[in-house]
């Protein structure tokens, strides 16, 4: 179990860039593999990308390959996403999440532990 808190949302145009970073709780931080995932109005959470307890392997959704990158600071219980070249389909709220043994790091129910998210708003 950990406790995740996200920060680093906002307001920006297109074309712009973010940095998301979600801190954790805990001493065994390193262990799991952690994700992104973001919902909008009126859809489903979607996955953005994860990455794995080493950070030896990182994972994107099509929609942000080449735009998004996803990194973890072990030391800082920390994972950040970097957004680069926004669009306004980026809209939504951004969530972090733990994965849980086992699953695939494309599922929503693969990660069992969630932070209350951070909006980000891109506009055109």
């Known amino acids: 179990q950990v406790q995740l808190v996200e920060s680093g949302g906002g307001l920006v145009q297109a074309g712009g860039s973010l940095r998301l970073s979600c801190a954790a709780s805990?001493?065994?931080?390193?262990?799991?593999?952690m994700g992104w995932f973001r919902q909008a109005p009126g859809k489903e959470r979607e996955f953005v990308a994860a990455?794995?307890?080493?950070?030896?392997?990182?994972y994107y959704a099509a929609s942000v390959k080449g735009r998004f990158t996803i990194s973890r600071d072990n030391a800082k219980n920390t994972v950040y996403l970097q957004m680069n070249s926004l669009k306004p389909e980026d809209t939504a709220v951004y969530y972090c999440?733990?994965?849980?043994?086992?699953?695939?790091?494309?599922?929503?129910?693969?990660?069992?532990?969630w932070g209350q998210g951070t909006q980000v708003t891109v506009s055109s």
């Open positions: 999440a733990a994965k849980k043994p086992g699953g695939d790091y494309y599922y929503t129910d693969s990660f069992g532990s």
């Open positions: 990455i794995s307890w080493s950070g030896g392997s990182t």
């Open positions: 805990g001493r065994t931080f390193s262990s799991y593999g």
